[in-house]
């Protein structure tokens, strides 16, 4: 796992390379995406061991939802 150079850098990466991670990063873009869309504006919890579950729940229901819709 490596991380992109920029753009100007005086050391570009391979371009193979550079496409590899453009495609890994995008697909955990895509992922990321999805399962934020499924979070509430806000979760109301006051302390961690509230939260914890709450956010394990939202990562859950993204899971099935992932795996039983095409």
């Given at each position: 796992m490596q991380v992109a150079r920029k753009r100007n850098s005086t050391?570009?990466?391979?371009?193979?390379?550079?496409?590899?991670?453009?495609t890994t990063r995008h697909a955990i873009e895509t992922v990321f995406s999805q399962i934020t869309l499924?979070?509430?504006?806000?979760?109301h919890a006051v302390t961690m061991d509230g939260f914890l579950?709450?956010?394990?729940?939202?990562?859950?229901?993204q899971t099935l939802e992932a795996a039983f819709m095409p």
């Open positions: 050391r570009p990466d391979f371009p193979a390379l550079a496409y590899i991670q453009q499924r979070f509430p504006k806000s979760i579950p709450k956010l394990t729940a939202f990562i859950f229901v």
